[in-house]
């Protein structure tokens, strides 16, 4: 069933750098331009309707969210996600900020970890990041595919080949 299998790119993006990281994870995986969603315009329908949720952040501030997320995280709460796939990707910048590196994965893992919902690749090894501190690195590995097109955007296609080839299998 087309509806049941359906994969959605959710993103929060101020400058559009997680935008643009969305749009590449959703062609990597043939998405169709509608379901990429700005998290600013996400609906509780939009949710309803898909089964496999990748949802993207920015971290800003001392590792917070991305603004749009606090409205985005309120939907997905109100939703029933316990039959549905999440995986998180973000943006971050590993030198200016190496003590809050992605933080808004973290951030978005501990909002929904309770909720029922099965998360995929989320088991992203440090290796080739240098960093000090990440809320999102959880069991010595990441909560989701932390991404920094500031200081390592020539890593940033290979990173995102390996997690949604990862991930793919189980969409």
């Known amino acids: 069933n087309e509806i049941m299998n359906k994969t959605c790119v959710i993103y929060g993006s101020s400058t559009g750098t997680c935008e643009d990281i969305a749009k590449r994870i959703g062609a990597k995986l043939g998405l169709s331009d509608d379901a990429i969603i700005d998290v600013a315009n996400l609906k509780a329908e939009d949710v309803a309707d898909c089964q496999n949720l990748l949802l993207g952040t920015s971290t800003w501030g001392a590792g917070e969210l991305q603004d749009d997320w606090y409205d985005g995280v309120k939907v997905l709460k109100s939703a029933d996600l316990s039959m549905k796939f999440v995986a998180l990707f973000g943006c971050g ?37 240098s960093f000090s501190s990440s809320i999102a690195v959880v069991d010595g590995a990441f909560v989701g595919l932390p991404l920094d097109e500031v200081n390592e955007s020539n890593k940033t296609a290979e990173r995102i080949d390996a997690w949604t080839a990862e991930i793919k299998s189980k969409l």
């Open 93 to 129: 910048d590993s030198e200016s900020y190496c003590d809050t590196f992605c933080d808004g994965i973290g951030v978005l893992y501990e909002d929904l970890k309770d909720s029922g919902c099965t998360f995929l690749g989320n088991k992203v090894s440090t290796d080739g990041y």
